[in-house]
């Protein structure tokens, strides 16, 4: 395995592989890997070669967000890289990937507006502007993304298809702890007591699920049963649960059909994710 900074490295290397006619996955991080990362390096393994890259990219970051404190351990991930089978990693400085006079945007409308785009105003620009980017330097055949992040999935599917770019985008599914926990690389930024609390968020998760086991499909009735489940935490504070449409990412009344059921909710000053994807019948 090769750890690279330079954009001319990763594009020196792929060239050399597509001359051998080998075929390329791509799974884009922010760092800090744990399992849920492995997972999709793992699923990068259909491909002939995987790149992984490393880079904390400070325009999805809003100004009072965590971009000063977000874990790093740059030699932890190169084991962790290593550990599932990565070839390649790249791990650039913010100026290897932003020149001084950088003015060019990737921007989406209608799929951004809700869920964490309400929250975080400009983050969706900074993922697409940098998955661009870095789809632009790695050139890969497919590219691979967990359903953890289940607005940015909709995002990065429905901006490779307007802009026409050439790569299978693949979700991948979500890796919990063992008590339910989502992974998250921002989980290291709870205490003991937090820690706990955070898992009213895989129970909410859970009950939406038994719910459309059961046949429940009227969306109030799920989110005021997640609702109660996490006004139960003191510690827990919701920043939105809401059931939207796959397509659109706009809010519906019921989930016939399919339905993305998703929730932020900080515990403490760490905000953190969970979702359930129902597919329709
Ligand atoms: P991040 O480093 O947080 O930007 O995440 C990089 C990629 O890993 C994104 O596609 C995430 O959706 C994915 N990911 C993060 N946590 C998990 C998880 N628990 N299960 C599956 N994928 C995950």
């Known amino acids: 395995m090769v750890v690279v900074k330079t954009i001319k490295e990763v594009r020196d290397t792929v060239k050399q592989w597509r001359k051998e006619g080998l075929t390329v996955g791509f ?24 790149v992984v890259s490393i880079f904390l990219n400070p325009m999805q ?38 020149e001084d006079n950088f003015q060019s945007y990737v921007d989406m409308n209608l799929l951004t507006e809700e869920l964490c785009g309400l929250t975080r105003p400009c983050h969706f620009r900074g993922v697409c502007t940098v998955v661009t980017k870095l789809f632009n330097i790695v050139k890969p055949d497919k590219a691979y993304f967990g359903k953890k992040d289940a ?12 802009l026409n770019m050439d790569i299978e985008i693949v979700g991948c599914p979500i890796i919990r702890e063992e008590d339910g926990l989502a992974k998250s690389s921002r ?16 129970k909410a998760v859970k ?22 489940i996490v006004e139960a935490e003191p510690l827990a504070k919701i920043d939105y649960i809401k059931i939207v449409s796959l397509d659109t990412m706009q809010q519906i009344s019921s989930t016939e059909g399919g339905a993305l059921i998703a929730m932020a909710v900080y515990i403490g000053k760490t905000r953190l994710i969970d979702n359930f994807f129902y597919e329709g019948e």
């Open 207 to 228: 009950k939406a699920e038994e719910l459309t086991e059961n046949g429940v499909r009227n969306s109030a009735e799920i989110i005021s049963a997640m609702t109660s």
């Open 151 to 162: 607005q940015q999935l909709a995002v990065i599917k429905r901006m490779v298809a307007d």
């Open 27 to 50: 799974v884009p991080t922010m760092g800090y890997l744990h399992e849920g990362h492995q997972s999709l390096i793992r699923a990068a393994g259909e491909n002939d070669r995987v």
């Open 61 to 98: 970051f809003g100004p009072t967000e965590d971009l000063a404190t977000y874990p790093k351990d740059i030699e932890r991930d190169k084991q962790k890289c290593l550990e599932a089978g990565a070839d390649l990693i790249f791990a650039p400085e913010v100026s290897e990937m932003y």
């Open 187 to 202: 989980n290291t930024y709870l205490n003991a007591d937090e820690r706990k609390a955070a898992l009213v968020l895989s």
